[in-house]
């Protein structure tokens, strides 16, 4: 079974994804509210995949996504954008990154589980 870490301040968005996810029996989902929370479950835990919120307090998706990159344990995670900001500069920073997708939200189940399913069948 892989596993899933969804990253994100918004509650609703968390259990969603996690409805989502769950519903297709092949993912162990992880849930955290922020990136300091991201990167300590991810310090600590095997991950296969990153669902990453780019607006949070704290410390945003984008640099907590370097923050991954900058770990010799997770610098080559597979991590994807879930998130509302389409900024050129925000989706410029994910390409730089190596994010392997950017999703909008609100997001639609089927694409949430098709971007998802090609990252992990890689």
Known sequence: M???????DDGMNLRMAEF??????AYEVLKASSGTECLDILAKENIDLV???????????????????????????????LSADETAATQ??????????????????QDLLDNVQKVLSE
């Open 2 to 8: 892989k596993r899933i870490l969804v990253v994100d």
């Open 92 to 109: 410029e920073a994910a390409e730089r990154l190596g994010a392997l997708a950017f999703i909008r939200k609100p997001f639609m189940p």
């Open 20 to 25: 989502i996810l769950g519903k297709a029996e």
């Open 51 to 81: 669902l990453l919120d780019v607006e949070m307090p704290g410390i945003n998706g984008i640099v907590t996504l370097e923050h991954i990159r900058e770990d010799a344990k997770t610098a080559s995670m597979p991590v994807m954008f």
